[in-house]
C-alpha cells in the first residue's frame, strides 16, 4: 500500500479542471447556516445515504470506523451491534486504498493545502485555501495516520455516494461535524 504517494481528494478542483457544467450553472443556497452551491436542476441526496443508526455485528470495539469503500458507506461503532452508518464520497479509480489506521488530529475547517502531486497534475490549484464553507474539506477533517488522507467534510454533497475524490473519505458537512463530535484522536479507522 502506497498511501503516502497519493494525494488527497478534491472534487472541487476537479470539476473545476473537467469544466463542471452543473457548477457553470450553479447557483447558491443556504443550508443548515452554510452556504453551498447546487445545480440549477433539482438536487437531493439519495435517502439510502442518509446518517442512520443500524443493526451491525462487528468485533471492533465501540468508537471504530469501518468503511466499506466499494457500498460508499461509513460506519461508526456503537456497540451492541450497532452502528451509525453515514453515506460518503471515496477514492475514484487509481486512488482507492485500503488498510487501517488512527485518528492522529482533527480540525474544525481546516485549510486545504494540496499536496504537491495533486498541483502537478492539477497546476491551477492553490498553495493553499483557507478553510471556510468552499473549502474542499468542508467543515471537519479527521486525519488518517502519516498519511495525506482525511475523513473530511465537502462544498459538494451531491458527491456523496460516489467514487470522486483523490483517496480521502469525504461526507456532507452536517455529518462529518456529527462524526466528529463522537470520535476521539487514536480511534481506530479500517478502510475495506
Given at each position: 500500500?502506497?498511501?503516502?504517494?497519493?494525494?488527497?481528494?478534491?472534487?472541487?478542483?476537479?470539476?473545476?479542471?473537467?469544466?463542471?457544467?452543473?457548477?457553470?450553472?450553479?447557483?447558491?443556497?443556504?443550508?443548515?447556516?452554510?452556504?453551498?452551491n447546487f445545480s440549477s436542476?433539482?438536487?437531493?441526496?439519495?435517502?439510502?445515504?442518509?446518517?442512520?443508526?443500524?443493526?451491525?455485528?462487528?468485533?471492533?470495539?465501540?468508537?471504530?470506523?469501518?468503511?466499506?469503500?466499494?457500498?460508499?458507506?461509513?460506519?461508526?461503532?456503537?456497540?451492541?451491534?450497532?452502528?451509525?452508518?453515514?453515506?460518503?464520497?471515496?477514492?475514484?479509480?487509481?486512488?482507492?486504498?485500503?488498510?487501517?489506521?488512527?485518528?492522529?488530529?482533527?480540525?474544525?475547517?481546516?485549510?486545504?493545502?494540496?499536496?504537491?502531486?495533486?498541483?502537478?497534475?492539477?497546476?491551477?490549484?492553490?498553495?493553499?485555501?483557507?478553510?471556510?464553507?468552499?473549502?474542499?474539506?468542508?467543515?471537519?477533517?479527521?486525519?488518517?495516520?502519516?498519511?495525506?488522507?482525511?475523513?473530511?467534510?465537502?462544498?459538494?454533497?451531491?458527491?456523496?455516494?460516489?467514487?470522486?475524490?483523490?483517496?480521502?473519505?469525504?461526507?456532507?458537512?452536517?455529518?462529518?461535524?456529527?462524526l466528529y463530535a463522537r470520535?476521539?484522536?487514536?480511534?481506530?479507522?479500517?478502510v475495506k
Amino acid at each position: 500500500m502506497r498511501i503516502a504517494a497519493l494525494s488527497l481528494g478534491s472534487t472541487l478542483a476537479m470539476a473545476l479542471a473537467l469544466g463542471s457544467p452543473d457548477l457553470a450553472k450553479a447557483e447558491s443556497q443556504e443550508v443548515g447556516g452554510v452556504k453551498y452551491n447546487f445545480s440549477s436542476q433539482p438536487w437531493k441526496l439519495d435517502e439510502k445515504f442518509l446518517p442512520k443508526e443500524i443493526r451491525y455485528t462487528s468485533e471492533e470495539k465501540p468508537g471504530t470506523i469501518i468503511i466499506h469503500t466499494r457500498r460508499k458507506y461509513l460506519y461508526l461503532i456503537l456497540g451492541n451491534d450497532r452502528a451509525k452508518r453515514y453515506g460518503v464520497g471515496v477514492g475514484r479509480w487509481g486512488f482507492k486504498w485500503s488498510g487501517t489506521e488512527k485518528i492522529t488530529r482533527k480540525a474544525e475547517w481546516p485549510d486545504w493545502i494540496p499536496p504537491a502531486e495533486m498541483r502537478q497534475r492539477e497546476p491551477d490549484l492553490p498553495e493553499r485555501m483557507p478553510g471556510g464553507p468552499n473549502n474542499p474539506l468542508g467543515a471537519r477533517a479527521l486525519y488518517l495516520g502519516n498519511t495525506l488522507y482525511r475523513i473530511h467534510g465537502t462544498s459538494q454533497p451531491w458527491t456523496i455516494g460516489s467514487a470522486v475524490s483523490s483517496g480521502c473519505i469525504r461526507l456532507r458537512n452536517e455529518d462529518v461535524e456529527d462524526l466528529y463530535a463522537r470520535v476521539k484522536i487514536g480511534s481506530k479507522v479500517i478502510v475495506k
